[in-house]
């Protein structure tokens, strides 16, 4: 089956500090890959997505490219800021009207003044 | 646009008690429903799929008769705890395909506490 696999967390970094958050996956197909991020008490929100190979999704100054030599999305940013902090979810999803989401575990960004 | 809510946001309620938590698509209509649970600290782990005027589909290890889903309308879906004892207290999550193009939208989350 499909399958998600996020870097352990958590993650503390400076502000303006370079972020990347590697992400692969295991699937049957072609699936798509998301980035959802969570803030602090609120629920999921798409950060950005990639439906093909080679594409690349970007949002907020987030970045992921979908590769799938390598099947990984890892999630980068140049320069976090402290309003970064927030859960990151990597998930991917099947072809088809039917498809679900899969997530990874998550992980926690902390971003310190 | 795109919004989805879910309510209550918070509910504590005695061993033995049933709640019910109402997801809806505010400004699009979804065939399709999604509920999941978050425990802390961990991922979102999807309950069962939620299907309008169809009997919800449930993943392996999910009591459909302790989690009752129901989709009345293209824009509701509800989950209804049965029974509830500690153990289920959790962060449940709903979510809405978007019938148009597929794309899925998230609720803010129900806390769900069990005394």
């Known amino acids: 089956g499909n399958s998600v696999t996020q870097m352990e967390g958590p993650v503390t970094l400076s502000e303006e500090a370079f972020l990347t958050i590697n992400c692969t996956y295991t699937?049957?197909?072609?699936?798509?890959l998301f980035w959802y991020v969570q803030y602090p008490g609120e629920g999921l929100q798409l950060l950005l997505k990639?439906?093909?190979?080679?594409d690349k999704g970007s949002n907020k100054g987030f970045e992921a490219t979908y590769r799938k030599e390598t099947t990984s999305f890892h999630l980068e940013k140049g320069s976090v800021q402290v309003s970064d902090s927030a859960v990151y979810f990597c998930?991917?999803?099947?072809?088809?009207?039917?498809?679900?989401?899969?997530f990874g575990k998550g992980i926690t960004l902390s971003v310190r003044p | 646009g795109a919004v989805v809510s879910q309510h209550p946001s918070w509910v504590i309620c005695k061993s033995g008690t049933s709640v019910k938590i109402e997801c809806r698509s505010l400004?699009?209509?979804?065939?399709?429903m999604f509920w999941y649970r978050q425990f802390p600290k961990q991922s979102l782990m999807l309950m069962a799929t939620?299907?309008?005027?169809?009997?919800?589909?449930?993943e392996q290890g999910v009591e459909k008769d302790k989690f009752l889903i129901n989709h009345a309308s293209l824009t509701l879906s509800t989950l209804t705890v049965t029974s509830a004892h500690p153990e289920d207290s959790s962060f449940y999550i709903c979510s809405a395909r978007r019938d148009w193009n597929n794309e899925q939208f998230f609720g803010p989350g129900t806390r769900l506490t069990v005394l």
């Open positions: 998930a991917l999803s099947g072809t088809g009207a039917n498809s679900k989401l899969t």
């Open positions: 400004d699009f209509q979804a065939t399709t």
């Open positions: 939620s299907n309008e005027g169809s009997k919800a589909t449930y």
């Open positions: 990639a439906t093909k190979a080679d």
């Open positions: 699937a049957t197909g072609y699936p798509s």
